[in-house]
């Protein structure tokens, strides 16, 4: 046994011996007790290793949501989309040192572009060229930003900066998360019947290709209204996507893959009359092609 062990065992015994001589208590309670004390300070300790196990489980668990694509507020793009917003110079009307542009155009949601003066704000987006918008959605979050979440955001697009037009105005309660922008003015938005459903009824995916798209070499976001008439304004990110043609063509060929396997086999026409239309499907005159041999 190490010195200092024999001289705290000496140290224990001779208190104990002083205080069961004083009447004050007996030995065996006081051993009890420090027996007990000891026994409560393993379950005490015990009881912190549990609760700290559920604590990181926990914060393993909100990991494991922020990582998940298939959650709401994932920022991945839709399956068939492309984000095209780094094809354009963004502008904001007034913005407070460091929440500007470089804010808002962060890739983490904690960031986010905050105006500084009187409304409307207006959050300008210029195309160095004509781009086809399919997709737009803006971040929205009430919990964080209360008095300075938009409730009324107008949408505009255009040629130029002085020949915008509205194509959606939309309005929200308490909005938390990705909003998608209304494109029922821009075109219709019909239902594709080889679109699959989820188990809420919307699509889980979209032929883009059978959807409108929105021309436009200038896009504007224009925040009308705050939440609890709130001066300035938070925007926490803005997407803009276009059609992904490589997925198009990979969808078009897995449905007429499985149409081909339900239809019956087509007759193909020979000869003289196919040579009468070429790739471009322009019908050439007959004095064009190839005499046939007779």
């Known amino acids: 046994m190490p010195t ?13 011996s002083e205080l069961s001589s004083a009447g004050a208590i007996s030995e065996d309670s006081l051993l009890q007790g420090t027996e007990d004390v000891h026994i409560g300070h393993g379950e005490d300790e015990e009881e912190d290793d549990i609760d700290q196990d559920e604590e990181e489980g926990d914060e393993e668990d909100e990991d494991e949501i922020l990582d998940d694509p298939t959650q709401p507020n994932a920022p991945f793009p839709p399956p068939g989309l ?3 917003s780094s094809l354009a110079s963004w ?11 470089a804010a808002l155009r962060s890739p983490s949601l904690a960031h986010f572009w905050q105006s500084d003066g009187p409304q409307p704000h207006l959050l300008s987006i210029h195309f160095f060229k004509l781009v086809s918008i399919a997709h737009m959605r803006v971040f929205l979050d ?17 040629y130029g900066a002085h020949d915008v037009q509205e194509f959606a105005e939309m309005s929200f309660e308490q909005p938390t998360g990705w909003v998608d922008v209304d494109f029922s003015n821009v075109g219709p938005i019909l239902q594709d019947e080889d679109e699959q459903l989820d188990a809420f009824g919307n699509a889980a995916e979209i032929d883009w290709s059978k959807r409108s798209v929105l021309k436009a070499f200038v896009v504007q976001v224009r925040i009308l209204e705050n939440h609890q008439n709130g001066k300035d ?30 239809t019956l086999p087509v007759r193909s026409v020979t000869g003289g009359a196919a040579r009468l239309k070429e790739s471009n ?14």
């Open 142 to 158: 009430f919990e964080s930003d209360e008095s300075y979440t938009p409730t009324k955001i107008q949408f505009l697009a255009g």
């Open 4 to 16: 200092s062990t024999r001289r705290q065992a000496r140290f224990r015994g001779q208190r104990i």
């Open 82 to 84: 492309k984000e095209i």
């Open 233 to 262: 304004t938070h925007l926490r990110a803005v997407q803009i996507f276009a059609r992904d043609e490589a997925q198009s063509v990979r969808r078009e060929e897995r449905v007429l893959g499985n149409r081909s396997a339900n």
């Open 281 to 294: 499907n322009i019908k050439m005159a007959e004095w064009m092609v190839e005499p046939d041999l007779r």
């Open 91 to 101: 502008t904001v009307s007034t913005a407070k040192p460091g929440s500007g542009v």
